[in-house]
């Protein structure tokens, strides 16, 4: 066949063509933005033998329901995510052939918010400065929406474990990636200091996460540590994870969106994991933040890193092993 | 031969650091900072980022590829390096500006601030050129030195849910422009017609989506409410004859 293989929506509410971001935006004035949940985005291009930077869906709070206009190969990751073929559950966080026609739908438990779809090959979508991932801000993207098709870069012949004579593949993921903690990893922020020991309620205090959340921010309702010096912030560089004190009795969690700069003294900042579970917080829920270290932090991120490194490379054997049998 | 600037290097969680720069001269901090930006930018690896503000640097980074400690001892390493040359001339940006009443609502209070008539705010406001110091948040805003006014203008108690595209605006004593719609608690004496964002940049690789750069200066330009029709989504753009 020649014609390009589509993806057809029958359905979609909250769903968005994305990728890891636009990592050359902050420098221009942009945010980064991007998946917001970038393991289990990482990990959904792994499974199909995507490059990390590959476009993929961010389905958010609802579910998605697809159509392939050939056979190709998926994988659906993120911690609520439920996928089913043709009404069949699948397991998530492992890759999944469809065949041409087969309906696919991905429902969104309340485990969590946030579910990703890879498709082997990835989309076809607009990009800016390198990147497909939407900006709200700017009023750029790709919204999937019910009616219109998405152009899929390749089919792929259904994937076959020869030991099991179907596509079961295991690569490794630990079971525990499906679970939301509600505890908050958090490194101190460099205005740290200027709120001297309010700071401590952080720590002691939990936060109910509000209805206002979004790629930009998140509110969090709770003691708002106060600063113990007066004076205007000057504008400056907030990096994504900053926990921000605005007046008020809300904490602002600054997301992949937020602007790339404020006039508030940064508290605190989520470490990169920690980023990825606020990602699948949902509006009620109750969390707390953890007290970490760089050094904590960083052995944290590496050890995950490596961890999408070992599927990668599986994913890639096993595909490579099918298309040269 | 002026005492070298003090940088002070602090983490923004595992992934960024804030690099500030210390000087009595805060022109010296800017041009300091911006030339830092360049430096990581043009000498570490792409995957480093550097938004430079006024007095500070965030570095962003992925700790797989580098180490905070590698991008610190760099920027150490560099602090004496650079002469004092004056930053290169940036360009100047013609903005019209419908002051007041709907395009302005803060305009009156403005006034009233700095206690001085509207009329002589609007001449204060384009008696000279703003230095664009940074971009900012939201969209890359041109984050401009404020107007000659005797005091500092307040923000607002409340911060404004939505203010528009094109959108001039006081706080402190800074300026901004703000190229989309979006909330602000800053004072809006008066809004541009002409357009400032492009995201139809594409597959060209084009990376600057407003026509300015820090460095740049802007010209703000009183026009009635007739021209601001006749203005309305023009493309702002660089005087070409000044």
């Not at chain 1, 659906?76 to 998530?92: C, E, F, I, K, Q």
């Not at chain 1, 932090?297 to 999408?308: K, V």
């Not at chain 2, 509207?118 to 805003?141: D, K």
Request: some cysteine.
């Amino acid at each position: 066949m020649t014609d390009q293989p589509v993806l057809h929506v029958d359905a979609a509410t909250g769903c968005v063509v994305t990728d890891l971001g636009r990592a050359t935006g902050p420098a221009h004035g942009l945010a980064v933005n991007g998946a917001l949940d970038q393991f289990a985005a990482r990990a959904a291009s792994a499974l199909v033998g995507n490059a990390p930077t590959d476009s993929l869906l961010e389905i958010t709070g609802f579910g998605v329901t697809l159509r392939p206009s050939h056979d190709i190969l998926l994988a659906v990751t993120g911690a609520p995510a439920l996928p089913a073929v043709d009404g069949y559950p699948h397991p998530a966080w492992t890759p999944l052939s469809v065949r041409a026609g087969q309906t696919v739908r991905v429902g969104i438990s309340d485990a969590g918010l946030r579910a990703y779809l890879a498709v082997h090959g990835g989309f076809d979508a607009p990009v800016l400065m390198g990147s497909c991932a939407p900006d709200s801000m700017i009023g750029f993207g790709t919204p999937v929406t019910a009616g219109t098709p998405l152009a899929l870069r390749r089919s792929h012949p259904p994937l076959v474990n020869p030991h099991f004579g179907a596509t079961v593949f295991h690569f490794g993921l630990p079971v525990g990636v499906t679970r939301v903690p509600t505890v908050l990893a958090v490194i101190d922020g460099p205005d740290a200091e200027e709120f001297g020991p309010e700071l401590d309620h952080l720590f002691t205090s939990r936060y109910t996460v509000t209805p206002r959340i979004n790629h930009v921010g998140l509110r969090l309702a709770g003691p708002v540590p106060q600063r113990s010096v007066t004076g205007e912030v000057l504008s400056r560089g907030v990096p994504v994870g900053a926990i921000e004190a605005p007046a008020g009795d809300e904490l602002l969690v600054l997301m992949r969106g937020r602007g790339i700069t404020a006039g508030y003294p940064v508290l605190a900042v989520l470490t990169s994991l920690a980023q990825d579970n606020a990602a699948q917080l949902r509006p009620g829920q109750r969390i707390r933040f953890r007290r970490t270290t760089v050094a904590a932090a960083t052995a944290a991120y590496l050890e995950q890193r490596r961890l999408l490194d070992r599927i990668a490379l599986r994913a890639r054997t096993a595909i490579a092993a099918q298309s040269t049998r | 031969m002026p005492a070298p600037v003090k940088i002070d290097i602090l983490p923004c969680g595992e992934a960024a650091l804030r690099v500030t720069v210390y000087d009595g001269d805060t022109e010296r901090v800017w041009a300091t900072v911006h030339r830092l930006a360049a430096r990581i930018r043009h000498e570490l690896p792409s995957t480093v980022s550097a938004v430079p503000t006024y007095d500070a640097v965030l570095v962003e980074f992925d700790p797989y590829h580098t180490t905070a400690d590698l991008i610190t001892f760099l920027i150490q390493s560099w602090d004496h390096d650079w002469d004092d040359a004056a930053p290169e001339p940036g360009q100047v940006i013609d903005v019209p500006v419908l002051f007041g009443g709907a395009a302005g609502p803060d305009l009156d209070r403005v006034a009233g601030v700095v206690g001085e008539p509207v009329s002589r705010v609007v001449e204060i406001v384009c008696a000279r050129e703003h230095l664009i110091r940074c971009l900012g948040g939201p969209a890359a805003s041109a984050m401009t030195d404020g107007p000659d006014f005797r005091v500092p203008v307040p923000r607002l108690p409340e911060p404004r849910l939505r203010v528009p595209a094109g959108a001039v605006s006081v706080a402190g004593r800074q300026a901004v422009i703000g190229p989309v719609a979006a909330p602000s608690g800053w004072r809006q004496i008066g809004r541009t017609p002409l357009t400032i964002l492009r995201t139809d940049t594409g597959e060209s690789g084009a990376d600057d989506v407003v026509p300015y750069r820090p460095g740049d200066r802007v010209r703000f330009r009183p026009i009635d409410a007739a021209t601001y029709t006749d203005l309305l989504g023009l493309p702002m753009e660089y005087l070409t004859n000044d």
